[in-house]
């Protein structure tokens, strides 16, 4: 079992920058692939990132390619995802996730481990 713990989020005007933080313990925090996903009020969770074990592979959704980034530090054991060119639709709760199955952070299976989150708030 790894445990994450998410930190970076807060309030930021149409067109800014956030960068997101998770850090892991627990495991061998190179044994796992890494994702972003979050959730809108009254909607449903959704993927954002994957990023693979050794951070050659990252897929990303539609809505968020070309101004997101997710990148990795297997020395400090942290996910980032760098979110620039932020939108109002862009608000919602940032959950980080592990898990050994590349297809479980990149939202196609169930499972993983997940942080408690943290709330990213984009002002038009």
């Known amino acids: 079992q790894v445990q994450l713990v998410e930190s970076g989020g807060g309030l930021v005007q149409t067109g800014g920058s956030l960068r997101l933080s998770c850090v892991a313990s627990?495991?061998?925090?190179?044994?796992?692939?890494l994702g972003w996903h979050r959730q809108a009020p009254g909607k449903v969770r959704e993927f954002v990132a994957g990023?693979?074990?050794?951070?050659?592979?990252?897929l990303y959704a539609d809505s968020v390619k070309g101004r997101f980034t997710i990148s990795r530090d297997n020395v400090k054991n942290t996910v980032y995802l760098q979110m620039n060119s932020l939108k109002p639709e862009d608000t919602a709760v940032y959950y980080c996730?592990?898990?050994?199955?590349?297809?479980?952070?990149?939202?196609?299976?169930?499972?993983?481990?997940w942080g408690q989150g943290t709330q990213v708030t984009v002002s038009s």
């Open positions: 990023i693979s074990m050794r951070g050659e592979t990252t």
């Open positions: 627990g495991r061998t925090f190179s044994e796992y692939a």
């Open positions: 996730v592990a898990s050994a199955r590349f297809e479980v952070v990149a939202g196609q299976a169930r499972g993983g481990s």
